[in-house]
Structures are given as C-alpha cells and as structure tokens.
C-alpha cells in the first residue's frame, strides 16, 4: 500500500515550481519591476543586435561623412531624416554610436562584475569557512584595496601599461583593461557579502555533516555551503553591474577609458561635452539619457529582487 502511495505522487518540475513560486507571484504584482525589466531586456536585446539594428557602423570609415557633423535629431529643424538621433562632431551617426556604445558598455559591466563574484566569492568563502588567520589576512587586503578608489586604480593600471607598452596598445586593449581595472578595485564588496553569509552557514548541521563524511572543505565550501549564500550575491551583482557601467563611464569622461573612436556611453558623453555651449546638445544629453535609463532600470531591478529574496518580508 506504502508503495502505491508512493509511486502516486507526482514530484512538480522546475517550471511548475518556478511557476508557483513567490518570485513570480511577487514579478507580477510589481508592474514597476515589469516595466523595468521590459526596458532592460530592449536595451540588451538593441546592444547585442546592434550590427543589424544601426544604421551604420561607426567604426567604418567609409560610412562617416564629416560634412554631416553635428546636425540635430528629427524633431529639430535643419535634421537629416537619414540620421535620426542627429551626427555627433565626428559626423558619424548618433543612433549607432549609442547601440554600438551600450554594447560595449553592457560587456564592461557584465564581464568586470563576473571578476568580481569569482575573486570576492572565492575570498568569502575562505575567509568565513577557515577563520583564524585567513580570514584576518583577507579581509585586511578587502580594507586595503577598499581605501583605493576606482579612479586611483585606473589611473596607476593605465599608466604603467601606456608607460611599458604605450597609448595605442591601451587604446586596443581599452575593454579588458577596464574589466580588470574595475573588477580589481570593487571585489571586497562580493568577499564581506558572501563572508557574512558563511559565518552564518558554517555552524549549521549539514556542514557538520559534512565534515564528519569526511568531504574535503574545499567541496565543503562550494558545493554545500555556496549554493545557500546564491541569494544576497544576486542581490548585489544587481547593483554592482549598474555601478560597473557607472564607472566606465566615468572613467571614459575622464579619459582614462574608452577612446573616443571606439564608442562607449562614457566616451559618447565626453565627446558631446566641449559643444553644449556652441548648440550641440544632443551629442551629449542624448547617450546621457540613455546611461541614466539603463543604470536606472538595473538598479530598480535589483531593489525588487532584494526584497524579494528577503526572507523576512516573505508573506506566504
């Protein structure tokens, strides 16, 4: 009889599960978090389409009529109905530069987050799970590495590679520089995050368990103990890709970023800025806007899905 029962019971799939889950619930009772998430995915979905969504591409010479600088959007008059965003200084396209910059954005953003979680998570864990003298020393290196800025790790990486492999190596190399330069200088909020999280986890039964069975702690950390710290490093990847993207593109403002001709967010607004004053405004307001929306939906994103994943908040 126990096993008919048994053989009865049907165990739900992942969608059914996903489908009655209170992240789901919670998505569609928040139509803030709908429309961001809608914007987000148009602008994904532009940035990675951008060599068929553009116009033009404006790293092709041949496709830049310099004549054809700083003429308005559509709406102003003097436009040309072929560029509709208007012509930055360069006399390339605006509407393209924007999809080809967000792109390049995008990958800084997501691929120096990705940096972060592997170094920081990685440094968490050991840090919370072997204590003592691990723990001290890696957190003194996140206290360390915290007391730099961003800018002040862009401006020693940039100059020691301009310095032994020059200017023009760094403006080739501008994306995975950044990646490195930005991944470097934010991972210790990953580490204290997930090292919270496991000092937590660790006096738990399971991971006594665990160690009794004699699993090596290396297993111990990544295949127990990381998976239930998962829901604050979402939370926080959230908010660390829109201040990745802030950063490049302040660091490109800046100039020690991406070269003007290979646009960014950041490089499109530096570019704009020197001709507000002349009329120009839109070579800047424009890719600025763009920047506002995309960080602003990114980090609306990431305050629902803190509160989701808030156990308590959680109402059944």
Known sequence: MRENVMSDTIVPGRWARFRDS????????????????VIFALLIFAAVFAP????????????????????PPFWIDGADPAYLMGTDAQ????????LYGARVSLIIGFGAVLMQAVIGVSFGLMAGYLGGRVDAFLMRLADIQLSFSTLMVAIIVGALVKAIFGGATFSEYAVPLLVLIIGLAEWPQYARTVRASVLAERSKEYVDAARVMGLKSRRIMFRHILPNTLSPIFVISTVQVANAIISEAALSFLGLGMPE??????????????????GSWWITLIPGAVLVILVLVINLLGDWLRDVLNPRLYKG
């Not at 310099?66 to 003429?71: D, K, P, R, T, V």
């Not at 006399?91 to 924007?98: A, K, N, P, Q, V």
């Not at 001709?261 to 002349?278: A, M, N």
């Open 261 to 278: 001709t290979h646009p960014s967010l950041g490089s499109l607004i530096k570019s704009g800025f020197d001709y507000i004053q002349s």
């Open 52 to 71: 068929w969504l553009a116009p033009a591409n404006p790293y092709d010479l041949a496709q830049i009529d310099i004549l054809a600088s700083e003429l």
């Open 22 to 37: 209170y992240l789901l619930y919670s998505f569609k009772r928040d139509l803030i978090a709908q429309i961001s998430l």
């Open 91 to 98: 006399g390339r396209d605006l509407l393209s530069t924007i």
